[in-house]
């Protein structure tokens, strides 16, 4: 009101014209808010644990970090007068999962060194040392996809960004400078902390795996693969109402009604068949509808409301009253412009192309060859194309809604930049071992690499695995449809940094060999090596 007034003072032809629009119960919102803070709660207690299951003593200084990151965040976040929403807290969800794997990359570093016979303190120098590059590489990236997901999203995908770049920001503080001063205190005081427990001695001790023999049945795995996400867009999608302009209502039933049924009996008011969802349970429906969407105003929502009333009219109690609907039973309301919605599809692919785009700028500047940034290229795009395919192909056969909406864009941008932080670790290593083994065949130099980053994949890729797995199960149905991609991503992510990304530099330009360090840089590690 303020601003349309200030508009027609400047006597500007520039009325105030309302766009989106949501109302949230509060049943809906204490739900949703509490259940992201019981996942937040688990995923944090499952990985304090498992630190110390698999570090040892080690494990301590994880968990420390992790407590400081954690408190850090929320303190600026604070300070800064965010707003904590259900995509918010599944920001803080994933940044515990994402936090662990810088003192995860330092320890498994350190770990090897112990194992080539180095002292205690020359291995945790060579490991914080060594460990630098791709720990900086990895969190630029995903920093990267952060940024640009700020920049164009709206709503609840920018607060997820925002949290996600802080997080970011404090895990390379909390996980650098903080770690290496508590083991550098031990140290120096001839206290030495312990890196192996009796489960991670063993797990993935000398890995000798073949999997670079083993990549054409990958590439064909990964062509059905790549080739359903292609079909997806033929096969279509269920776009949420940011991306289709709509009304959609979370509305309560005193007993169990059948989806089809209240399909069936809305079409004869609205005529045409809205989109039903259950939100927990079958008491609980959730009414997408673009009936008169294109006609905006106060009546007309009031107009669209009671129609909607009186199509539920044989679900509801009898005599309930239109008052007393609105009020008790009507738990949620949104609506979106299509003028909105086509901001939102236009921001979406602007977003994921310049993400797409910067990290294999990026890459190339690393690494100076350009099959890096192919493989970097490919494996991306089969990663968004495998979850756009789940997304497209298990549509209605899902106990809940896999809609492309916001949260959605937010999660393909997270599994690529999540993507991304695994396919520089095994890069970064590729590139050190080709200084390290002069005359070994790439096939051998790569094989050699991925294994020896192979305990630091699945320790990253589970951690993450099982906070998301976490949120998908007691965060409630607002971030379900945001955790089941990034678990399909999670997943995916980890097979093409292995599978996709590192065969492409075996196949392509078979005769040009791979970029390597700096002479100086290589003799460094080659001494420090031997």
């Known amino acids: 009101t303020d601003m349309a007034e200030m508009l027609k003072s400047g006597k500007l032809p520039a009325p105030a014209k309302i766009v989106q629009e949501q109302v949230v119960g509060p049943t809906l919102g204490e739900e949703a808010v509490n259940g992201g803070m019981l996942a937040f709660t688990i995923a944090f207690a499952v990985i304090f644990v498992l630190m110390l299951v698999y570090y040892n003593s080690g494990g301590w200084i994880a968990n420390v970090s992790l407590i400081l990151n954690i408190l850090f965040t929320i303190a600026i976040l604070t300070a800064l007068g965010n707003t904590f929403t259900a995509a918010s807290i599944a920001g803080l969800v994933l940044t515990i999962g994402m936090a662990v794997d810088t003192n995860v990359l330092i320890f498994e570093r350190i770990k090897e060194e112990l194992s080539h016979g180095k002292s205690y303190k020359e291995a945790v120098n060579i490991g914080y040392r060594r460990s630098l590059a791709p720990v900086l590489d990895a969190h630029i990236t995903t920093f990267i996809t952060a940024a640009i997901l700020y920049y164009f999203g709206l709503g609840p995908v920018k607060g997820f960004a925002f949290v996600q770049m802080w997080g970011i920001a404090l895990n390379l503080f909390c996980g650098i400078l903080i770690s290496r001063t ?13 890196y192996f427990t009796g489960v991670s001695r063993k797990i993935f ?3 000798q795996f073949k999997f670079i023999e083993g990549r054409k049945k990958a590439y064909i795995v990964s062509g059905v693969l790549i080739a359903l996400g292609i079909a997806s867009f033929f096969n279509g999608f269920d776009y949420g ?6 009304r959609s209502y979370t ?12 399909a069936n009996a809305l079409h004869s008011v609205f005529g045409e068949h809205p989109i039903i969802k259950t939100v927990g349970d079958q008491k609980h429906l959730n009414i997408t509808t673009a009936y008169k969407i294109d006609e905006p105003g106060m009546k007309i929502d009031s107009l669209v409301e009671r129609t909607l009333y009186t199509g539920l009219t044989g679900f509801l109690p009898n005599g309930l009253s239109f008052e007393k609907f609105d009020a008790d039973y009507k738990i949620a309301q949104q609506t979106v412009q299509p003028s909105i919605s086509e901001d939102l599809k236009r921001g979406a692919i602007y977003a994921t192309g310049l993400a797409i785009l910067a990290i294999v700028v990026y890459i190339f500047a690393r690494f100076r060859d350009s099959r890096f940034s192919i493989g970097t290229i490919i494996s991306l795009i089969h990663d968004v194309l495998v979850t756009l395919a789940v997304f497209s192909f298990c549509r209605g056969f899902m106990p809940f809604p896999l809609e492309i909406d916001q949260h959605f864009i937010a999660a393909i941008l997270t599994v690529v930049g999540f993507s991304m932080n695994d396919t520089v670790i095994v890069f970064d290593r590729i590139r050190e071992n080709l200084g390290l083994m002069k005359g070994a065949s790439k096939e051998s130099i790569i094989n050699r690499s991925i ?10 890729s589970f951690t993450v695995f099982i906070s998301i797995l976490i949120l998908f199960i007691v965060g409630g149905e607002v971030t379900r449809g945001f955790a089941f991609a990034m678990l399909i991503g999670v997943l995916v992510g980890t097979y093409s940094s292995i599978f ?6 075996v196949d392509f330009q078979k005769d040009k060999p791979l970029a390597e360090h700096k002479a100086e840089e290589k003799k460094e590690r080659t001494e420090e090596f031997a």
């Open 500 to 505: 996709v990304a590192a065969p492409i530099l």
């Open 451 to 460: 294994n020896d980053t192979l305990s630091r994949t699945i320790m990253t």
């Open 241 to 246: 109402v940011e991306f289709k302009g709509g």
């Open 205 to 207: 001790k000398h890995a």
């Open 182 to 194: 508590m083991t550098d205190w031990f140290t120096d005081r001839g206290k030495h902390l312990e």
């Open 251 to 262: 509305v309560k039933f005193d007993q169990a009604v059948k989806n089809e049924d209240v």
